[in-house]
């Protein structure tokens, strides 16, 4: 079959995307390596944006008061900027791992992500599970291994521990010249090349000073301490490690790993290079009946997450949408395939370091902000006419379960009005028993039954109270046919539900039971995932 016509604009733009996301356990250094990224990118011109930013948003919205509290990030954003002739949108993801749920989403709406490690503190347990969400879709990874301005591991060590515990390659490609009060700077492994490190640098501007060759004497002049073992280090690592290799980067197998230091600006460039360099444009999707080309003509794409609330000016839903081929225009028509309906794209956003900006213009590996009047739910696909849906956007099997009620019983179709919408949203799973009762709540993470009753209280008025639920975990089912479905849901009758979807679900007292029941019947299939649509 010959190659399909692309028009030769799109190719072109398509090319110029880069999207990713940073993932790493809390306090690694996100927050502050996104600002400096946007720093480096002209999208803000003063470090500090992003966190006041996050202050602010703590200061006016009442919803939030769940984060304010505790001191977290709850929400994400997008945010886009030019750099070196490219566009880059970066989602941005909760950091806490109570919403890992809605992190795992915005993972699926990435080509690329950069992954960031506290050099002190080597591989994390947030870092392991989302790797493992990354390598579902064998996302490339780049490492930026950070602070090292204070004492750190030792870094041969480091690189050991990502590739035993991590499972993944590493190409060092820049290594660093001591650390601590002792960091000196790094050296450019491809380029053969210092770059000093000047502590505390808060503008973009300035350049950072090369030195050229490792074995130049004006390092063993400037740092007589540090240079032998780090020439005895680069001469182990260049001979015991892996060369970085395109190929197997684009494939999730090699990461290529930077150090440097995020708050002081230091390492920052050679991230956004390799991203610009490296860093996959967007790539073919999987839509059910075939793939979408990102160049393609036609505009597709797929909801992947819904906030509300992110202005409490405005006290909006906004849908994000990866557009995964074709290009946006404002006002165009397109069709939603899950209601079977066509719908209008307004005024579709993007979001700026600290504002929102009307989108004029969207292609493949761009994420648009769709206001959402209630008819957009995660995993929708919108196209202009062909029948296709976008895979691969997972619902997790919750971990915690509480029954929800309201304190005023005349408040109870509110509350239920309230939880279906916020079960659409994905701030929580929805199940209703078949048994009648109360509605079920499932959450991967306790904090969600928190910004749950928080936000029925300020947007929906209502007054929840939540009780234990004795259920360990939830699964999917699947039948091999009618009749096996109709005995099944008769046997389990007093353990079986449906999620908002309408999809059956088994809800487990315990790993043993549903062991048990596993064997009893070998025919049906137990999910612990599921897609959305
Ligand atoms: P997160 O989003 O991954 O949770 O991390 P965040 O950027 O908020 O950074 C966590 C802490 O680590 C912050 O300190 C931040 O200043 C510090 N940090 C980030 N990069 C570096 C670095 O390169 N070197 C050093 N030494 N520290 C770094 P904090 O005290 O928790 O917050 P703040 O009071 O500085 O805002």
Request: charged content about 25%; some cysteine.
């Amino acid at each position: 079959m010959s190659a399909p016509p692309f028009p030769p604009e799109l190719v072109r733009d398509v090319a110029k995307r880069r999207t990713f996301a940073i993932i790493s356990h809390p306090d690694a250094g996100k927050t502050t390596l996104t600002e400096k990224l946007l720093l480096f990118g002209g999208a803000i011109q003063m470090a500090g944006t992003v966190k006041a930013r996050k202050s602010a948003r703590h200061a006016t919205s009442d919803w939030m008061e769940v984060e304010k509290q505790r001191g977290i990030s709850v929400t994400s954003s997008v945010m886009q900027f030019d750099y070196a002739g490219h566009t880059i949108n970066l989602l941005d993801t909760p950091g806490h791992e109570d919403f890992s749920e809605d992190t795992y989403r915005v993972l699926t709406a990435v080509d690329a992500a950069v992954m960031v490690i506290d050099a002190a503190k080597g591989v994390e347990a947030q870092t392991i599970k989302l790797l493992e969400v990354c390598r579902l879709r064998n996302t490339p990874i780049i490492t930026f291994v950070n602070k090292l301005d204070r004492e750190v591991k030792p870094t041969v060590e480091l690189l050991e521990e990502i590739e035993s515990v991590l499972k993944i390659d590493c190409a060092p490609v820049t290594w660093p010249i001591g650390m601590g009060k002792n960091f000196r700077g790094v050296y450019h492994l491809l380029h053969d090349q210092t770059m000093l490190f000047q502590a505390g640098e808060e503008h973009a501007g300035g350049a950072t000073e090369l030195i050229e060759g490792l074995g130049n004497p004006k390092l063993d002049a400037m740092f007589p301490m540090e240079m032998g073992p780090t020439r005895e280090e680069v001469e182990l690592i260049q001979a015991a490690s892996h060369p970085f290799d395109i190929t197997a980067f684009l494939a999730g197998r090699q990461t290529p790993v930077f150090f440097g230091s995020g708050i002081n600006n230091f390492g920052v460039r050679e991230i956004l290079q390799a991203l610009v360099e490296w860093a996959p444009p967007p790539q073919q999707r999987d839509a059910g009946s075939r793939m979408v080309e990102p160049a393609e003509k036609p505009f597709t794409g797929f909801v992947f997450k819904i906030q509300a609330n992110m202005d409490p000016k405005h006290r909006d839903r906004i849908a994000f949408f990866r557009v995964c081929s074709g290009r946006y225009s404002p006002g165009m028509k397109v069709q939603h395939q899950r209601m079977g309906r066509e719908m209008k794209l307004g005024n579709a956003l993007t979001f700026m370091a600290n504002e929102r900006v009307h989108m004029e213009d969207a292609v493949a590996g761009d994420i648009i902000g769709i206001h959402n009047h209630g008819q957009l739910q995660i995993g929708d696909t919108l196209t202009e006419g062909e029948a296709l849906h976008f895979k691969g956007i997972p619902y997790f099997a919750p971990e915690m379960f509480r029954t929800a009620r309201a304190r005023d019983p005349l408040k109870s179709k509110q509350l239920q009005k309230g939880l279906k919408e916020l079960g659409e949203e994905g701030a929580i799973q929805v199940f209703e028993t078949t048994a009648g009762g109360a509605l079920l709540l499932g959450a991967v993470g306790q904090l969600q039954f928190e910004v749950v009753a928080q936000r029925l209280a300020t947007e929906y008025k209502v007054d929840a109270l939540y009780d234990a639920a004795d259920i360990h975990t939830a699964r999917w089912l699947s039948f091999p046919d009618e009749a096996t479905r109709r005995q099944f849901e008769k046997d389990q009758m007093l353990r079986m539900a449906q999620d908002v979807d309408g999809n059956p679900v088994y809800l487990a007292t315990n790993r043993y039971n549903l062991e048990l029941l596993m064997e009893k019947w070998p025919k049906v299939k137990f999910h612990a995932t599921r897609e959305h649509g």
